[in-house]
């Protein structure tokens, strides 16, 4: 058969031939797309692309779970194209592989020269070349994986076949296309005839466990990492029709493996154990579900066609133990690429691997079941990520650096001759040519690299360097930021892999979280709520060590500051200092900003019904204590008050804690609304659309009711709900464009919302604009401290300013009576609900599935407590 022979071009699409062409090959946001519609997509797109027989392109494919982008890639490999797939976001190898084509997100492809004359391929490719992916950890190296159509579709076979995949199952997109584990789940999904969900985004979305529910998902891909984000969200536990976990990209600790299974096995779902490379197109070995609680060690047996080997000499490791002997673990198959490509003219190469070395040391069992015990010298994985050192090395020769470059689980370890480079250079080059985040690389300069007796580089005194430089800073920097959030979340322990929310989190605690780890670590990014604490901890390396060298302003963010000032400006305003009102307004839209951030972004109905609650006491025990003190002390308020009712019994009276029980109502509200299927579901699949409806919606009685009446029914929730839901939509919008329009809205919404009041309306204005559109503001570092305090207390000096003001004359002894008295209230309130009250179920629930698993020793290494 020729290669340009049709035939052979649909053959080399991973996709069944026998699949039910009414059975759905895709779902995502869009709906249902069936085998035979695919078909016919995928048809008329390969048909708009130049002939393969005029010439095969290099075709330019930024996969993502989007289903022109899906649709797009199958059409490149129907037409008998090359398809050369990196990240959405990442087009640096483009420079050096200059593609014919590129796909663009909207399903459409662009030639690369529109006005040339020629229509002649840039490269010549290899007629075996299909695909072109990036070795793993080297997303910024010009070294990819060159793949075949074999390589393809006997991967995709041998995985449908090892995991028992059918028709009926569905899989989620719960890892990255681009990526070699991700992509083969697609491929195995559709060669079985199988359906996948394209979910873009991270399995730590909001809706992300509902969505598995809605669309019946059986068959979840998940390395280690996904693997612990999954359990500790409780999604595990969530999905009925669930019947395999797919575990590769990384070891599992047996430990783990074990308890995995047997929660499976009573849940009535599999763990499955693979174990995989790029170089092997995808998964090399698997081990049966029904087998890992027995081998929980064991990375599985090779899948079908395949076979591995030990190669003693492939290792400088003595051979042989008391378990059998060791060697490097050498895998043939199908399944091996036709080898690597450096640069352009490589994509011409034929076949130059036969069976591909993994670099990892193993044992097999007489039975061939196949075990990992380590690594080869020049090899290492780090967050899942294997990394070629010797190639990471070359790569910063050919940079101008001298280097010798080693690691461990958790780090690279560069270190290098000194030169011009500063250390932040020298991390930024060793990030890009690794593909690894700057917060996992350690750098150290020296005078002459360390060598052997024989001349070769002496790379374990090169690690030893890092491990005196660096131990002590980080210990040091890791207690620093514990020592700040270990008292917001309770003492049972920091587990460095969660975040701030994660480990119970809320609104109350997030600033003096928010104002203790800018004192702490400089500037923070603005979701730095919902990243890991090591993560946090990973920021101190771009600050100077010594404290004389910090900034004298730092950015704090603007809900923390707008929290300080509104205060302040409240207080002032009510004793005749200044006028400038408008403040309690403004707070509505912060609390409705802080509420998307920590209660609607949690997975579950369950989950927002706890973290309401909690804020609910937060605010509702010191209210009712105020109100009953000013009620049965002083006789300056009506039961209602006490009750929290005042807007339902009295809605015509003046009064004082409108804003709390506008709060209230509003926040309760909110999470009823989201209980409601329908409307959880918009919420999910596009928070700030689904916001701005309701502002829309809450707008009406703004200005209907407004209209019509005047005086304190501006305080009631129904008129001021506009506000926090405001806030809700700044939170949620992801764009410029979306927070220029939650900008305009509520900016338009605030305009002569106090009738002769243009100073307040102007206020509100203000607030509103900063909140959505400024992340942090500049606040001079002694200033930091002080404005943190007050915005911690913002609640408790609200509630105690009016009862104090009766015993004081002078405007600046009230304010300042009211501020002092407002602090103490906060820390005494504070110290009663987080010391003495245990916390609610759900938070406990998240401390102590972290404190039974985990304890977090000072080199914020995350240590099993079990083992």
């Not at 409307?679 to 707008?699: G, I, K």
């Amino acid at each position: 058969m020729s290669l340009l022979d049709p035939r052979w071009v649909r053959a080399a699409v991973p996709v069944s031939d026998t699949a039910d062409a009414h059975h759905p090959a895709l779902i995502d946001s869009a709906g249902r797309l069936s085998y035979g519609e695919l078909a016919d997509r995928v048809a008329a797109l390969a048909a708009s692309l130049p002939s393969a027989q005029a010439g095969r392109r290099l075709v330019h494919v930024p996969l993502a779970p989007h289903r022109d982008l899906v649709l797009g890639y199958l059409a490149v490999m129907s037409a008998g194209h090359v398809a050369l797939i990196t990240p959405p976001e990442h087009r640096s190898i483009t420079a050096v592989y200059q593609p014919d084509l590129w796909l663009h997100p909207d399903g459409t492809f662009e030639t690369a020269t529109p006005n040339s004359d020629t229509d002649e391929p840039r490269h010549l490719l290899h007629p075996d070349l299909a695909l072109l992916l990036s070795t793993s950890g080297s997303t910024g190296s010009p070294k990819l994986v060159r793949l075949s159509h074999s390589n393809v579709l006997s991967n995709a076979e041998a995985i449908a076949a090892a995991l028992s995949i059918t028709p009926a199952d569905r899989a989620v997109t719960s890892l990255p296309l681009h990526y070699c584990f991700g992509l083969s789940v697609l491929h195995a999904q559709l060669r079985a005839g199988a359906t996948t969900v394209l979910r873009p985004g991270s399995v730590t979305d909001p809706g992300f466990a509902d969505d598995l529910r809605r669309d019946r998902v059986t068959v979840v891909a998940a390395t280690p990492h996904v693997v612990d984000l999954l359990d500790v969200q409780g999604v595990l536990d969530q999905l009925p029709s669930l019947r395999l976990l797919a575990q590769a990209g990384g070891a599992l600790p047996p430990t783990r493996v074990r308890e995995l299974a047997a929660r499976g096995r009573a849940a009535g779902w599999g763990l499955a154990v693979m174990y995989g490379q790029t170089e092997a197109t995808a998964r090399m070995a698997v081990l049966p579900p029904e087998l890992s609680e027995r081998y929980p060690d064991a990375v599985g047996w090779p899948i079908a066609g395949s076979a591995f080997r030990l190669d003693p000499a492939g290792t400088d490791e003595a051979v042989g133990s008391p378990d059998g002997p060791v060697g490097e673990l050498v895998f043939t198959g199908p399944g091996v690429m036709l080898g690597y490509a450096e640069q352009p003219d490589d994509l011409a190469l034929g076949r130059m691997h036969t069976e591909l070395r993994t670099g990892d040391l193993a044992r097999i069992d007489a039975d061939g079941l196949v075990r990992i015990v380590g690594r080869r010298s020049d090899f290492v994985k780090i967050m899942g990520i294997r990394i070629d050192l010797g190639q990471v090395e070359r790569s910063l020769l050919g940079r101008g650096l001298q280097s010798c470059v080693t690691g461990c689980d958790d780090k690279l370890q560069v270190t290098y001759r000194r030169c011009e480079q500063s250390p932040d250079q020298v991390r930024d080059q060793a990030a890009q040519v690794s593909g690894l985040s700057r917060s996992v690389i350690s750098v150290r300069a020296v005078d002459d690299l360390p060598l052997l007796s024989n001349g070769k580089l002496d790379r374990r005194r090169s690690a030893d360097l890092h491990v005196t430089e660096t131990s002590a800073p980080k210990a040091e920097t890791a207690a620093a930021v514990i020592g700040v959030l270990e008292p917001l979340v309770g003492r049972g322990g920091i587990d460095p892999d969660r975040s701030f929310v994660e480990l119970g989190g809320d609104s109350f605690s997030h600033v003096v979280a928010s104002v203790g780890l800018t004192r702490l670590l400089g500037d923070l990014p603005s979701d730095w709520h919902h990243r890991p604490v090591r993560d946090l901890v990973a920021l101190a390396d771009r600050l100077p060590r010594s404290r004389w060298r910090r900034p004298l302003v730092q950015r704090v963010e603007t809900t923390v500051v707008l929290r300080g000032v509104a205060v302040v400006t409240i207080c002032g305003s009510h004793v005749g200092l200044f006028r400038l009102p408008g403040g309690a307004h403004i707070l509505l839209a912060v609390a409705g900003f802080l509420f998307a951030r920590y209660v609607l972004a949690s997975p579950t109905t369950a989950e927002r019904v706890r973290r309401t609650a909690r804020i609910a006491v937060g605010v509702v025990v010191p209210a009712v204590t105020v109100a009953a003190l000013m009620l049965f002390g002083f006789g300056t308020v009506h039961w209602s008050n006490v009750a929290l009712v005042h807007w339902l019994a009295r809605p015509q009276d003046g009064n004082i804690f409108w804003f709390v029980e506008a709060y209230l109502v509003i926040m309760v509200g909110t999470v009823a609304a989201l209980a409601v299927p329908r409307l959880r579901a918009a919420y999910a699949a596009d928070a700030w659309r689904t916001a701005m409806v309701a502002l829309a919606v809450l707008l009406v009685p703004r200005y209907l009711v407004l209209a019509l009446y005047d005086g304190p029914l501006r305080g009631l929730p129904g008129t001021v709900a506009w506000l926090f839901v405001a806030g809700v939509a700044m939170a949620a919008a992801d764009s410029r464009r979306r927070r220029l329009v939650t900008t305009a809205v509520a900016a338009g919404a605030a305009f002569g919302f106090f009738a002769g009041d243009a100073a307040r309306n102007l206020t509100i204005m203000v607030g509103l604009m900063l909140l959505a559109l400024v992340p942090a503001l500049p606040v001079p570092r002694l200033l930091v401290h002080p404005l943190g305090a007050l915005a911690a207390a913002s609640l408790h000096i609200y509630l105690v300013q009016f009862q104090v003001f009766a015993f004081f004359g002078s405007p600046i002894i009230k304010f300042a009576a009211a501020i002092a008295a407002g602090l103490g209230f906060c820390a005494v309130g504070n110290y009663v609900l987080r010391r003495r009250l245990s916390p609610l179920p759900g938070v406990a629930a998240i401390r102590s599935q972290v404190a039974a698993k985990h304890f977090v020793r000072e080199d914020m290494t995350c240590v099993d407590a079990r083992s």
